[in-house]
């Protein structure tokens, strides 16, 4: 009998492969090297392909679903309670096929190429900021060894560096100054790559009218917009704004039973960089609430009753909630009072 659902356990080289038929019997059970797996599936006959949301997951579902397969992308926690016992690949696989035949099973859309070369530009980006920050610190905590230091700040540095510069040597010795310009090479070199990823990602931006519409949103700027539109596939995925914002994990994190639920801090589930994106965005906006009109009302009301932080995670909560309106129902921000419920 031919399969009509089978799971594939991803990895780098060695592929487990579980199938089943319609009535649920096991027909296929084998390992199959990456070279083996695309002439495999050519084989079967469309069917139900389900795997773990993980490294090269998008990549082989592209390439399945290209052959005509179903492709479906589970994350990996929600695959978990399926595992009956023990951890091996023939295991997980099992544990796939039952998982993706679940009618409550949440899935992951299948990212395109063009979307994850737009999250690895950001990805890419992100690690050079990580990156400079580290320079910087080191730069600034060496030379304060010698009493050498700047105000705060990124666009200070060059104050730093021409301090050094001009510092005589019986104050910072030669090595000290040559440990110094190697620093600031690495900085200038990290600045320069990250200024022209941000050029690619402006490039980007304006050639994408979903894009152009987020940004119309008070603290969503070019690298939150592309962001969202390179991470959420498919909106109507989420009922609402508020799963969307649970997805993020700007919700409250739920601890309760026997009807008595106690809320705690938030969840911090799902998408980690687009929580921070928006924070950061909600940061500036009630930062400057007070030179806004269309916030200045129920955001400083809000800072009255509760502290700084609550109020921007408050506020980042509900930039979330416009985020997925627009992308669900097209439109883009119209200025009018941003109410925290």
Known sequence: MQPTTISLDLAKHIFQVHGINAAGKVIIRKKLRRSELKAFFEKLPPCLVGME?????????????????????MP??????????????????????EAVTRPTMRFVPVKSAEQQSI??????????????????????????????????GIWRIPELHALAQNTDNSVLPEPARACAEFIMMQIEDLQAKIKAIERTLMARHRANEMSLRLATIPGIGVITATAMVATVVDASAFKSGRHFAAWIGLVPQQDGTGGKVHLGSISKKGEPYLRRL???????????????????????ALLARRPARVVTVAVA???ARIVWAIMRRGGSFRQRPLGIA
């Open 53 to 73: 949301a993980c490294g090269t997951a998008h990549y082989w579902g592209r390439e399945l679903g290209a052959l005509g397969h179903d492709v479906r992308l």
């Open 76 to 97: 990996a926690a929600y695959v978990k309670p399926y595992v009956k016992r023990g951890k091996n690949d023939e295991v997980d696989a099992e544990a796939i096929c």
């Open 119 to 152: 999250l690895m530009l950001h990805r890419t980006r992100d690690l050079f900021v990580r990156q400079r920050t580290m320079l910087v610190n080191s730069l600034r905590g060496q030379l304060a060894e010698f009493g050498l230091i700047a105000p705060q």
């Open 278 to 300: 928006l924070v950061l965005g909600a940061t500036a906006v009630v930062r400057y609430a007070r030179n806004k009109p269309e916030f200045a009302g129920s955001v400083n």
């Open 317 to 319: 909560n509900k930039l």
